[in-house]
């Protein structure tokens, strides 16, 4: 295993690595090809060991990675997980060797809060097969499944309370795993607190979707609301990203012309001083960092740089930076 220097917050990306050429993160093929678990964890150990090389200790599955494991129309991939559960340990033992932290983040369409409650049993399959697979993996509390709210329906309040009454019907490693995250249009910090007060589940607090819609909380409260929610001894995690300020395309007529950016796309990379500027205004809070760029395991190993050219890393001893609050 490679050599590992002590970054000051353990940083990751998500599902596909374009760093190195050749990498795949789960089997892709069509139904009719005879897709299959044991070749996505083939292609996860090269992907395991390439974050290793490059000193990354954080990573978040495809949630394809066990393919058409939930389909309703295809049962001869259901049992999976189990068929494979010898490689997924051995798997998931290369992780912790490696300190690589894991989660998945299912579709939107992933729901508990639906006004159809076939929508909210599809919801329910595809939580508690994701939390069986990090089970299997025999990860960690750390290792989570990540849903948002989904839709209001008109009522809120209501998708909240169809929320709040589906999770006591998710496995017990499904409500073990499960963790929800704020939303760039409808589901705030607070929000999501409601959630938290009447089941218990940990937020994953999502800095671009709080510039988004704030509701009353300003970046600081939210976050440590958030944060405050991770009670059990293990460490939180976040979401972090900067808009995307270029140009984007659009068709016009018969013709493709320039728009004003979208803020809720995501940019290619991290600005390394709207990033600096978050960490200190956590101060000591300890959490990792999820970063949603485009550019991936790029724009991490890029942002890495970036923070030691600039001298950007808050330091242990800077005030309101406690140093266990770094480890």
């Given at each position: 295993?490679?050599?590992?220097r002590?970054?000051p917050r ?10 190195r050429?050749?990498?795949k993160s789960?089997?892709?093929r069509?139904w009719?090809?005879?897709p299959?678990?044991r070749t996505s964890?083939g292609?996860m ?15 978040r599955?495809s949630?394809?990675f ?5 389909h309703?129309?295809?049962?001869q991939?259901h ?6 559960s010898?490689?997924?340990a051995a798997l ?6 490696r ?8 579709s939107?369409?992933?729901l508990?809060?639906?006004q159809d ?8 399959w595809d939580?508690?097969?994701q939390a ?8 960690g509390?750390?290792a989570?499944?990540i ?5 209001a ?6 998708a909240i309370?169809r929320?709040i ?7 017990e ?10 939303d760039e249009?409808l ?7 409601r ?6 589940i ?13 509701g009353?909380?300003t970046?600081?409260?939210a976050c440590r609301?958030a944060?405050a929610?991770?009670r059990?001894?293990v460490q939180?995690?976040?979401?972090f990203s900067?808009p ?5 395309m659009?068709t016009?007529?018969?013709k ?11 940019a290619d990379?991290v600005h390394p001083?709207e990033?600096a ?6 101060g000591?809070a300890p ?5 949603e760029?485009?550019?991936?395991d790029?724009a991490?190993l890029?942002l890495?740089?970036?923070?030691d ?5 808050p ?7 406690a140093?266990e609050a770094?480890?």
């Open positions: 295993m490679a050599a590992r002590e970054w353990r940083l990751g990306f998500a599902v596909k690595a374009v760093g050429e050749g990498l789960n089997d892709a069509r009719q090809s005879n299959h678990l964890i292609y150990r090269e992907v395991f060991e390439y974050l290793d090389e490059v000193d990354i200790r954080m990573y599955i949630s394809d066990v393919p058409y494991c939930t309703p129309d295809l049962p991939f049992g999976q997980i189990g068929e494979c010898s490689d997924l998931g033992r290369m992780a912790r060797e300190d690589i932290r894991l989660s998945l983040h299912p939107q369409f992933v508990l809060s639906a409650p076939k929508i909210n049993e599809k919801g329910i939580v508690n097969s069986e697979l990090l089970d299997a993996m025999e990860q509390p750390e989570v499944v849903i948002h709210m989904g839709g329906y008109g009522d809120k309040d209501s309370a929320f009454e589906n999770w006591p019907r998710l496995s490693s499904g409500r073990r795993r499960l963790v929800i995250e704020n249009t589901y705030t910090v607070q929000d999501c607190l959630v938290h007060e009447a089941t218990g940990r937020l994953i607090f999502d800095h671009q979707h709080h510039l988004l819609n704030p009353t909380l970046l600081g409260e609301a944060l929610t991770w059990d001894g939180p995690k976040i979401h900067s995307k300020l270029d140009s984007r659009v016009r007529g018969k493709e012309v320039a728009a004003a950016p979208l803020l809720s796309q995501h990379y001083w990033f500027a978050f960490l200190r205004e956590m000591n959490f990792d960092i999820m970063l760029a485009k550019m991936k790029e991490l890029k890495r740089a970036d923070l050219k600039l001298k950007l890393w330091e242990p001893s800077a005030p309101g930076v140093g770094w480890q």
